[in-house]
């Protein structure tokens, strides 16, 4: 990935605070609309609930696609929105380590309306690493990039 299309990811991250996450269930994929934040590696940052489908899916099969689009600014009929798959791996963020001040920092940051589930000792947070990325906006401005 050069710098401009890690730019061009940052800012389309930077700008949306809700991404859907799909995660590989032993039966059916489930997908969430959920708040996440970024970090400047591109890792994604979720929070769920130790108990929730979507943990579970991502404990058993840590792979997973994430969406992120900008249709509620963009012009759907023309097709003027930016979006981006992000297929990455996803790993469970140690509670009371170093890592996790770390990224509930960045979470909220971004997000600080999310700041009351902190307070809860099922909360669970997931970084997803991207391994591949599809991006495009509108239909001249596309690439592709395997990390």
Same mark, same amino acid.
């Given at each position: 990935m050069? $710098? #401009? =299309? /890690?730019?061009?990811?940052l800012?389309?991250?930077? =700008?949306? %605070? ?13 997908? &969430? ?5 970024? &970090? ?5 940052l979720?929070i769920?609930?130790? +108990?929730?489908?979507?943990? =579970?899916?991502?404990?058993? %099969? !840590? *792979?997973? &696609?994430?969406?992120v689009?900008?249709?509620?600014? +963009?012009?759907? !009929?023309?097709? #003027? ?5 992000? =297929?990455?791996?996803? $790993?469970?963020? !140690? *509670? ?12 909220? /940051? ?8 902190? +307070? ?6 997931? *970084? ?8 495009? $906006? ?7 990039? #395997?990390?």
């Open positions: 050069n $710098a #401009e =299309q /890690k730019r061009k990811i800012e389309l991250l930077g =700008q949306e %605070h809700v991404a859907v996450l799909i995660t590989q269930g032993d039966r059916w994929p489930t997908g &969430t609309l959920q708040a996440f934040a970024e &970090t400047e590696e591109l890792d994604l979720f769920m609930r130790y +108990g929730v489908e979507k943990y =579970q899916n991502l404990v058993k %099969h !840590p *792979r997973a &696609t994430v969406l689009d900008t249709r509620d600014v +963009g012009n759907v !009929p023309t097709f #003027e929105i930016t979006r981006a798959s992000i =297929q990455g791996e996803a $790993a469970e963020v !140690p *509670r009371e380590s170093a890592d996790w001040e770390r990224y509930k920092a960045i979470f909220l /940051k971004k997000n600080s309306f999310e700041a009351p589930f902190f +307070g809860s000792d099922t909360l669970r947070m997931m *970084r997803i690493t991207p391994r591949r990325i599809s991006y495009a $906006a509108g239909l001249k401005d596309t690439f592709w990039v #395997e990390l």
